[in-house]
């Protein structure tokens, strides 16, 4: 999303971690402008909110696994790429 929002913020929700092997699950909320091309929309100035979440696990200090989903369906509606689905 970088480069098409370029002013993006970010708002952690829920941070839960612990376990053997570590795990951290954190939800998110990236907020920003729509200024630039974003997945063939030119840019509407709208905006937007991108919710999601990360899931990281650690093995002996260190990242060894990373999965991440975002709303990116969301993103399209809300600068008027698709419609609001029913």
């Given at each position: 999303?970088?480069?098409r929002?370029?002013?993006?913020?970010?708002?952690?929700?829920?941070?839960?971690?612990?376990?053997?092997?570590t795990?951290?699950?954190?939800?998110?909320?990236?907020t920003?402008?729509?200024?630039?091309?974003?997945?063939?929309?030119?840019?509407?100035?709208v905006?937007?909110?991108?919710?999601?979440i990360?899931?990281?696990r650690f093995?002996?200090?260190r990242?060894?696994?990373?999965?991440?989903?975002?709303d990116?369906?969301?993103?399209?509606?809300?600068?008027?790429?698709v419609?609001?689905?029913?």
């Open positions: 999303m970088r480069g929002v370029r002013h993006l913020a970010g708002r952690a929700g829920s941070v839960v971690a612990g376990g053997r092997p795990w951290l699950v954190c939800r998110f909320t990236r920003g402008p729509h200024d630039g091309p974003l997945l063939g929309v030119p840019p509407t100035g905006e937007i909110a991108l919710p999601g990360t899931v990281l093995r002996d200090g990242c060894v696994e990373r999965w991440s989903a975002a990116m369906l969301g993103v399209l509606v809300q600068v008027g790429a419609p609001a689905p029913v």
